[in-house]
Structure formats: structure tokens, C-alpha cells
């Protein structure tokens, strides 16, 4: 069903602060389809004063991703609620970049910034994958582990994905710990602190996807589309 590939597009789109799909953090309201192939999705975020730069980029992506899917013949993406949800929709619907929609307040365009948010889903993800194998394991021994080496084929997988995001190597025989910025392995002498900066990474990411879980719960009774209730 068109209705089905469609939602299965928007569980692509990211919250690009938290690495996670929009559909699971409850941010995807409505999605109506036509049986002309016609779809209009609404998001929500949060708060009303959520950062304008990261809702512009959820409302982008959403539509490109949409309007991707075969079958849909116009693609619709609205953000309610929000204090520059005029300037965000119609920036969106006439395809313009997030400068040419904000102008002199706007800084620059985002792709630096999808990129920082990359590198810190990549750390994440090294230790979402990585402790249980670099636990009682020496530095030398720790830096020898390979990407393939990763039991857990999901979240492998999603590091996986980030990293060829960011264009870093992602191979089953690549190392499995690497800088972020140059791809380029972890030397046996910074494994410690490669490790601590990314477990505090993702406790963070995942203390602010708690977080606005809340506040989202709190601004909304309903629960998202696509959203699970036990979330």
C-alpha cells in the first residue's frame, strides 16, 4: 500500500540532533494520502521555540524523502506550532535553501551542520557497538577489532550507515574505532579516550531523545504516527 511506503520513508527521516527517526519520537502527526497519490504530512516538535535550523531540515527531508516514494504524485510538509513554521513551510515548498528562506539570519546553509551531527551519531554509535566487545579487552587488542567483527547486525548496521554518510570507511574488515572527521584508525595510545568521549555521547543523545519524548508527551496527548505507545 502507497500509505505504507510512505511512512516507511518518513522512518528514514532523522531528528538530525538525535539520531532517530522522526516517526519513533512521535514528531510525524498526520499523514493523509489521496487516492491520487497525494500526501500531506504534518510534524510537530517539542517546544514552539525549537531550533530553526534543525526543524527546517526535518521538514526538508521529510519531503524529499516522500517525494521519492513511487506513487506519490505531490508531496505536502507542514510544521505546526512552531514560531517560524510560515517562513519553514514555504521555504520547503518552493525548494529553497535554508539561507534563502531566513536570509540575513540565517547562517549559511546546513550542510556543516548535518555533518557535526553525523560525526557525533558515529561516536555514538562506536560505543553502542563497541563496549560490549572492548570490555576486559587491552588497547592493542581494542584497536585490532574490526567492524565485522559487531555481533549485533542493527545497530552495526546503522553505524555503518552514518559512517558512509560521512564518506569514512565502512567496510566489515575496516577497524572498527576511527576518528570521526578522517576516518583514519584510533592509535592504541588515545583507545581510552576515544572510548570515554564516546560513550558520553551517546548518553547524551539519548538523555535529550528522553527528554524531548517528555516535553512532546506533555505538549501532545496523542501519540504520533508511526509512533509505538510503549516509547
Known sequence: ????????????????????????????????????????????????????????????????????????????????????????????????????????????????????????????????VGRPLTNGRTSEEIVALRLGDVPDKADRDRLRARRSDLGLPADDDDPLLVDPVTGDPIEVDSVSDHLGRARLTRISLEANGGICRGMLRERYVTIGVGEKEDQ
Open 1 to 128: 500500500m502507497l500509505r505504507d511506503d510512505v511512512l516507511a520513508a518518513l522512518a528514514t527521516v532523522r531528528d538530525p540532533e538525535l539520531d532517530e527517526p522522526l516517526t519513533e519520537l512521535g514528531f510525524v502527526s498526520e499523514c493523509e494520502i489521496s487516492p491520487e497519490g497525494e500526501v500531506t504530512v504534518r510534524l510537530r516538535l517539542p517546544t514552539f521555540f525549537c531550533a530553526a535550523n534543525f526543524a527546517f531540515l526535518m521538514v526538508a527531508d521529510s519531503y524529499d524523502a516522500v517525494s521519492g516514494v513511487p506513487g506519490v504524485r505531490h508531496t505536502e510538509v507542514l510544521l505546526d506550532d512552531h514560531f517560524a513554521s510560515e517562513e519553514i513551510n514555504a521555504g520547503v515548498a518552493a525548494r529553497a535553501g535554508f539561507g534563502e528562506t531566513f536570509g540575513a539570519l540565517a547562517a549559511g546553509e546546513l550542510d556543516d551542520l548535518r555533518q557535526e551531527f553525523l560525526r557525533k551519531a558515529v561516536l555514538a554509535g562506536a560505543d553502542r
